[in-house]
């Protein structure tokens, strides 16, 4: 124990022949930091700024690789005209309705895509559009119009033909208006052809006696007259 306390400088104060060092109480006011602590704050502010200063030279680097990548991927003659030509197709193209999604994706794929290149796509797509219907149309069966039977068309078709046959027997067979309503006084039974005759021969001979000046009368004596010709 002797040997081990005189190793660590502890001996004398132990056998008595060496005073106890009295130790000060560290200070409340005293704001200064240890040596040790000092020396190791200051290393982690070096090694902050060493890290700091690292990346934004690794920054710096990436952005100067990155704008001469974006020189070699932009092409010479694509200048602000054909930006705004570009956005004005792009604008023509996503106004289309759904049904032309495929040619929308068609035209996406296209490497250039001015106006002048778009106004030609939209024009021979709308050609081969109707150009499909057309076929479509000669391929459906035919309906007539007139009769609604498949198979024909109305130029064709008999009971049009008939048809007009007839109205032309019709009209070739009718005769005049008064011709026509004569026919249609000698279809009516003896009893009435007889009234009517006899009320036409009753209205003329009033004619006859009342005076022309009389307006209602005659005016009245025509009504009759009229009513008894249909």
């Given at each position: 124990?002797?040997?081990?306390?005189?190793?660590?400088?502890?001996?004398?104060?132990?056998?008595?022949?060496?005073?106890?060092?009295?130790?000060?109480?560290?200070?409340a006011n005293n704001n200064n930091p240890p040596a040790d602590?000092?020396?190791?704050?200051?290393?982690?502010?070096?090694?902050?700024?060493?890290?700091?200063?690292?990346?934004?030279?690794?920054?710096?680097?990436?952005?100067?690789?990155?704008?001469?990548?974006?020189?070699?991927?932009?092409?010479?003659?694509?200048?602000?005209?054909?930006?705004?030509?570009?956005?004005?197709?792009?604008?023509?193209?996503?106004?289309?309705?759904?049904?032309?999604?495929?040619?929308?994706?068609?035209?996406?794929?296209?490497?250039?895509?001015?106006?002048?290149?778009?106004?030609?796509?939209?024009?021979?797509?709308?050609?081969?559009?109707?150009?499909?219907?057309?076929m479509a149309a000669a391929s459906a069966p035919l309906q007539?119009?007139?009769?609604?039977?498949?198979?024909?068309?109305?130029?064709?078709?008999r009971t049009f033909a008939r048809a007009q046959e007839t109205?032309?027997?019709?009209?070739?067979?009718?005769?005049?208006?008064?011709?026509?309503?004569?026919?249609?006084?000698?279809?009516?039974?003896?009893?009435?052809?007889?009234?009517?005759?006899?009320?036409?021969?009753?209205?003329?001979?009033?004619?006859?006696?009342?005076?022309?000046?009389?307006?209602?009368?005659?005016?009245?004596?025509?009504?009759?007259?009229?009513?008894?010709?249909?």
């Open positions: 124990m002797e040997a081990w306390l005189k190793s660590q400088g502890l001996w004398r104060i132990v056998s008595g022949s060496q005073k106890r060092p009295k130790l000060k109480p560290p200070s602590s000092t020396t190791t704050s200051a290393t982690a502010a070096a090694e902050a700024e060493l890290r700091e200063a690292k990346t934004l030279e690794l920054q710096d680097a990436w952005d100067a690789k990155s704008d001469e990548a974006a020189g070699w991927i932009w092409p010479k003659d694509f200048d602000l005209k054909a930006l705004d030509k570009e956005l004005t197709s792009m604008v023509l193209i996503r106004a289309l309705p759904d049904e032309y999604s495929h040619f929308v994706s068609s035209l996406l794929l296209m490497d250039k895509l001015d106006k002048d290149t778009v106004q030609q796509a939209f024009l021979t797509e709308e050609i081969q559009r109707r150009r499909r219907a057309a007539c119009e007139f009769c609604s039977r498949p198979g024909h068309a109305q130029s064709t078709c109205a032309r027997k019709q009209a070739a067979s009718g005769g005049s208006w008064k011709q026509r309503q004569g026919a249609k006084k000698a279809r009516l039974p003896p009893s009435q052809l007889r009234s009517v005759q006899a009320m036409q021969v009753l209205f003329r001979i009033s004619l006859i006696l009342l005076p022309s000046s009389n307006s209602t009368l005659t005016s009245v004596g025509m009504q009759t007259q009229a009513a008894l010709q249909q």
